[in-house]
Antibody, heavy 118, light 113 residues
């Protein structure tokens, strides 16, 4: 089955760190750009970051630059998001998404909730 | 960043009637070298992740019913549901992928009248 499964979310204090993982299956993971998209509770969608097939290019939304780091392991069909210096405004469901032939998203995971609160 | 503005924020349509959602981009998302509009539409039902409906402004994703159609060019786009079904109750988002960062509209909630 073609799917993405996120893990690693949870409750963390402001200033803390968390590492999200996304396990891909059912397709050739190494052939696709991959993204993280987040959705704050009751709010809309916000693209966070993406990474090229071989990991040589990465892009981030300004609000997470210098705090979040995206990486991938094609041998393990996995995508990772290291989140440091977390803020209350980072609270959201984080979705792993596969980039289509361009930077639209044709496959989504079910998401993992990150809550930043003291 | 390209700002995406959807209208209306919500609409209620009777079953079997047409639903129309508009999306306006703060700058053109038409790439002239290939004549493609870098615009996608998504459907998000409660408690579910978004689902891709339309890309390149008017190309339906595989498996999407043909009652969903996309149109427009440049800065103004429309998603039309030709005959609303109960299962179409959802929030719909447009997204541009013309430039980094990819950005989404604020969403339009579609309900049954």
């Amino acid at each position: 089955e073609v799917q993405l499964v996120e893990s690693g979310g949870g409750l963390v204090q402001p200033g803390g760190s968390l590492r999200l993982s996304c396990a891909a299956s059912g397709f050739t993971f190494s052939s696709h750009w991959m993204s993280w998209v987040r959705q704050a509770p009751g709010k809309g969608l916000e693209w966070v970051a993406n990474i090229k097939q071989d990991g040589s290019e990465k892009y981030y939304v300004d609000s997470v630059k210098g705090r979040f780091t995206l990486s991938r392991d094609n041998a393990k069909n996995s995508l990772y998001l290291q989140m440091n210096s977390l803020r209350a405004e980072d609270t959201a469901v984080y979705y792993c998404a596969r980039d289509g032939s361009d930077w639209f998203f044709d496959l989504w995971g079910r998401g993992t909730l990150v809550t930043v609160s003291s | 960043d390209i700002v995406m503005t959807q209208s209306p924020d919500s609409l209620a349509v009777a079953l079997g009637e047409r639903a129309t959602i508009n999306c306006k981009c703060s700058q053109s998302v038409l790439y002239r070298s290939n004549n493609k509009n870098y615009l996608a539409w998504y459907q998000q039902k409660p408690g579910q992740p978004p689902k891709l409906l339309i890309y390149w402004a008017s190309t339906r994703e595989s498996g999407v019913p043909d009652r969903f159609s996309g149109s427009g060019s440049g800065t103004d786009f429309t998603l039309t549901i030709s005959s609303l079904q109960a299962e179409d109750v959802a929030v719909y988002y447009c997204q541009q992928y013309y430039s980094v960062p990819p950005t989404f509209g604020q969403g339009t909630k579609v309900e049954i009248k």
